[in-house]
């Protein structure tokens, strides 16, 4: 391959490139590379002039094409080649008459697990040995969601029950509704007694007739030191219980019994020799003992109440599940193929570092076939990752507890088959066993399952409607070409048979060429197959568009969104013509398939702001070359009238005080949420991809600051009621906001959209009364509890006309000097009363503790800080502004490390004398 004589950059550049490449860096690249750099318009001009498109620019437009494209029919085996083409007598689709065609079904995707459509506890189900995994997992699972962790139904809060202890079915539902956890242990009954078919008829309704969302915590029989009946319960239970009643799975060896023999071992005990790895790796156990398992079922939980994903949704700041973000732009994920995960130990702290996602080739896997082992390294996998991940985006734990996991690097899970470029048997019974280990993927909480769109059709509706229902799995449809160049005609086809009929979430096309000549046609048969899916109303997903081998190394280029990419750490490659993930984005960044843009926050007073560095490390850590500073200007005008405003390298910004109104008049639209609020806090850069024309787009992100904390910890809006928006209309509590500024205006905004009823309250009662205004509830002239004698109302007041005790949320927007604290009485009554103790938001991150914190906090009331809303928001921004994921960890860790108060100096320590 001469990849010089195609206009692109050769292989040397590549290295030189990548090993200068850091963010925020300038090239010094010479004439020659500049001009071979760059890339003419004709390449693509040919492509759609060969396919009848002329004067397209194939980037999706819908302007009357008169191209009939192929759509490739599913197969039950691929041909010989492996291309899954078309028939000779294929249907030809006209894209100008398809929207008369059959319309793809309405989207199906629903969760009935998702957090707010679902309250009800979790079933942990399975046999324990010594270790007694299945109570020990229950407890800690309850004490992250904000309860007890108690036994029984003991201690405050829900907590953890046990099956068979439980009496009559009023018992039975009195104890299910105090609980968040129910543990359905068979090790606890006797084998093929009646107690043990009364657990399998509890565990079928739970299943079935509750419909409780279950995982099956599998202990190793010999790894968990299981007894015989318990090893002969799951041996009889396993296919016909335990995974058919349950939803998710997670596999556990000796973590459990290594940790209760750690603790009850004398001081000085000498540790058990450990064994040697046999070559599958099946008696491999993961490194982080029982902290990994515990971590990995919060996780399996966190994903399992996801929203679900919806094919061809559009991103909106506060998305947890969106497939336009996590298989974003300039994100890539890296293709692993060690037969163990264990091999991967060695490079894991340096790949993690250039990815957003690991691919778990579950076909290369020695052990394939053993279906607790294929899990079991799948787990070990990402708990592998965890020290090490940069990248990973937020993932909340619903509950009370207010977890945010912010290191589960998310998983694309691959059976590549052996006519897919792969090497799983693909006659009848392989593709079966093939389906069945995509189902354990499923089980396993995979953030991404890519499924080959060439089978069976019945199989993968199965496949597919499950997912829908059950998980929040996003579903990748692929198609490899191996060994023949496929038509232009033919490639658009694979890319619709990919979309399986508009259930998939993204769609991979890998093609053949004969030479680097077409190293395009990938993408732009994409580009056709989404202008296709747009004219005709269908969902418009990410492609990923590549080329097989040597030749195609400029079709990784090419493609900005989740490309599979190799790494310099590794001593091998996954696939022929793989690149880096810093080879990719330093090409780009000469080619100016990516440009270095300018962001900033505007202000004035503002050199306090952590912005720049929260924003600064976001860039520095997805390795975009973008620069971010700040804007101290007194007036709007100012900036308007600047070069940085008027540049073509102007990305977007930040908006502080005092300019969140000043600034809008100089924006083309505004989001709803402004237009509500009536300030901004977002510029967002918009550009057309054909003029360059920019719009700028006003938004508001403080809101979503205040939401997702809130959210969190007070679980997502209830269903629409036909209640008005007066107090106790919504039925699930009161906000009582402080202030009114317009920070105000955004947690009215936040709490409407929470569901909660409003009351405010200000030192001027006329701010008060323009919030209950505009957002509906009432204002308040007094923070007593009795009723006020000059006739205005009290907080007393609208508690009593809610019929609610204490309010459920306390948002607190008043300046940090004010020294706000909650009225005595009704720290009193929180206290006193049986009602849930208020969640207190203050929106000051600076001080970290102010007396309304220092005075919740230590009456133990769950608290939000001003520092969680600010990179709340920020990730909002970073993710309008980039179009990929952004690294919540990064950006929280540098709010706090600019928030938290310095360490007290260490005390030295004196003798008495």
């Known amino acids: 391959m001469n990849l010089l004589s195609r206009g692109a950059l050769s292989l040397a550049l590549l290295t030189a490139a990548a090993s200068s ?13 500049t001009a071979t750099a760059a890339r003419g318009a004709d390449h693509r001009e040919k492509t759609c002039r060969s396919a009848g498109v002329v004067g397209e620019r194939c980037r999706g437009s819908t302007t009357n094409t008169a191209l009939h494209v192929a759509s490739a029919p599913r197969e039950s085996k691929s041909t010989s080649e492996g291309e899954g083409g078309l028939d000779d007598d294929a249907s030809t689709i006209d894209a100008s008459s398809s929207a008369s065609s059959s319309a793809e079904p309405e989207p199906r995707n629903r969760n009935i697990f998702q957090s707010g459509a679902y309250d009800r506890p979790i079933v942990l189900m399975g046999c324990s040995g010594p270790g007694d995994e299945l109570m020990r997992l229950a407890r800690s699972l309850s004490e992250k969601l904000g309860g007890s962790g108690g036994v029984g139904g003991s201690g405050p809060g829900r907590g953890v029950v046990e099956a068979w202890s439980l009496g009559g079915s009023a018992e039975t ?60 319960a799951k041996g009889a239970l396993e296919s016909e219980v335990f995974v058919p009643y349950t939803n998710y799975e997670i596999c556990i060896k000796n973590e459990g019994v290594r940790s209760v023999d750690n603790a009850e071992a004398a001081d000085g005990e000498e540790e058990e020799e450990e064994e040697a790895i046999l070559e599958d790796g099946s008696n491999f156990v993961s490194p982080d003992g029982w902290d990994g398992a515990e971590w990995e079922l919060s996780r399996l939980v966190a994903r399992a109440t996801l929203p679900p994903t919806v094919p061809g949704a559009t991103y909106e700041p506060g998305d947890l599940n969106c497939a336009d973000i996590n298989m974003g732009k300039h994100t890539f994920f890296l293709s692993l193929s060690f037969p163990h995960v264990l091999e991967a130990s060695p490079y894991l702290e340096a790949m993690c570092l250039d990815v957003d996602a690991m691919e778990y080739r579950a076909d290369l896997i020695a052990a394939r076939d053993d279906r607790f082992e294929l899990s079991y390294q799948l787990q070990t996998l990402r708990r592998m990752c965890r020290p090490h991940t940069v990248r990973s985006p937020r993932l909340p734990l619903a509950g009370r507890g207010g977890i945010v996991l912010e290191d589960s690097i998310p998983i694309v899970y691959t059976v590549r088959t052996a006519h897919q470029a792969g090497t799983y048997p693909d006659d009848e019974e392989g593709i079966r066993r093939m389906f069945d280990m995509l189902r354990v993927g499923l089980r396993s909480g995979v953030e991404v399952c890519d499924v080959e769109s060439a089978w069976d059709p019945t199989k993968t509706d199965s496949l597919l409607s499950l997912a829908e229902e059950r998980y929040a799995t996003q579903i990748l449809g692929s198609h490899h070409v191996v060994g023949r160049e496929s038509s232009m005609e033919e490639a658009v086809g694979f890319y619709r048979q990919c979309h399986l009929d508009g259930r998939a979430h993204g769609a991979k096309v890998v093609l053949s060429v004969d030479d680097d000549s077409k190293d395009a046609m990938a993408l732009d048969a994409g580009l056709l197959a989404q202008s296709l899916c747009r004219t005709s109303g269908r969902p418009v997903v990410p492609n990923v568009a590549l080329l097989l081998g040597e030749a195609g190394q400029y079709s990784r280029i090419l493609n900005t969104r989740f490309t599979p990419v190799t790494h310099e750490s590794l001593p091998f490659v996954a696939a022929p013509g793989q690149l880096t993930a810093n080879e990719i984005m330093a090409t780009r960044l000469v080619m100016g398939r990516i440009k270095p843009l300018k962001f900033g926050i505007l202000g004035h007073n503002i050199a306090y702001s952590v912005s720049p560095a929260m924003h600064g490390a976001a860039f520095s850590a997805t390795k975009l070359p973008h620069s971010y500073d700040l804007l101290d200007m007194e007036d709007v005008a100012e900036l308007v009238g600047s070069d940085f405003w008027n540049g073509d390298d102007f990305g977007g910004l930040s908006v502080t005080i005092p300019h969140k109104q000043n600034i809008m008049p100089f924006m083309d639209e505004l989001s709803d949420s402004v237009a509500d609020i009536g300030a901004m806090n977002t510029v967002i850069v918009v550009r057309d991809d054909d003029s360059g024309e920019r719009r700028l787009r006003g938004d508001n992100t403080d809101w979503r600051g205040i939401h997702g ?3 969190r910890r007070l679980g997502p809006k209830p269903k629409p009621s036909s209640s008005s928006d007066s107090v106790g209309g919504e039925g699930r509590g009161i906000a009582l906001i402080l202030g009114g500024g317009g920070t105000a205006r955004a947690a009215a905004y936040a709490a409407r959209e929470l569901g909660l009823d409003r009351v405010y309250w200000n030192r001027t009662p006329t701010r008060a009364r323009e919030l209950a205004e505009s957002f509906g509830g009432v204002a308040i002239t007094s923070l007593d509890e009795s009723p006020s004698e000059g006739g205005g109302s009290t907080l007393g007041d609208a508690l009593f006309l809610a019929d609610v005790d204490v309010p459920a949320a306390i948002i607190s927007t008043l300046p940090a000097a004010a020294g706000f604290e909650i009225p005595r009485w009704l720290m009193d009554r929180s206290k006193t009363t049986g009602a849930q103790r208020p969640v207190v938001f203050d929106v000051n991150y600076k001080p970290y503790d102010t007396p309304l914190l220092l005075q919740a906090e230590g009456a133990g009331f769950d608290v939000v800080r001003g520092s969680e809303m600010l990179w709340e928001q920020g990730v909002g921004q970073f993710e309008l502004w980039t179009g990929r994921t952004a690294p919540y960890g990064v950006m929280r860790g540098v709010v706090l490390e600019n928030c938290l108060p310095p360490l007290p100096p260490p005390q030295t320590e004196t003798t008495e004398k």
């Open 709 to 711: 904390p809130l959210e």
């Open 173 to 232: 539902t009195r104890m299910m509704d105090r609980s968040d956890v129910v543990v359905v242990d068979f090790s606890r009954v006797g084998a093929a007694d009646e107690e043990q078919h009364q657990l399998v008829e509890f565990a079928r309704s739970l299943h079935e007739d509750e419909g409780l969302l279950g995982v099956y915590v599998n202990v190793h029989p010999d790894h968990g030191r299981l007894s015989e009946d318990a090893v002969a």
């Open 21 to 33: 490449f850091s963010v925020g860096s300038t090239f010094g690249v010479s004439a020659t590379a």
